[in-house]
């Protein structure tokens, strides 16, 4: 899901993520234990994932594959009912 969305998508769900993590918590995973903390992580992966988005625009590539690292560090440490929301 976030690995096929835009930078402003990314950013959206980041928003609306980080503004409301229980509501999205119970939408995305029900009542799945640490369902919140998983939506958090998300929406950081979103935040990454669009700047390493806006450095590879840039042409920076040094810069991308440090966000890229921070990326799989989270999705590493998601539960595993959070992982295909990270693909």
Known sequence: MLGAMSIDELMKFYDETR???????????????????ACRDLANLAAN??????????????????????????IDDLPAYAVSMAQ
């Open 49 to 74: 994932l669009a700047a390493q988005m806006a450095c590879l625009l840039e042409g920076k590539s040094n810069e991308a594959q440090k966000y890229k690292d921070i990326c799989q560090r989270i």
């Open 19 to 37: 503004k409301h993590p229980r509501k999205a918590a119970w939408a995305l995973f029900g009542n799945k234990p640490g369902s919140t903390a």
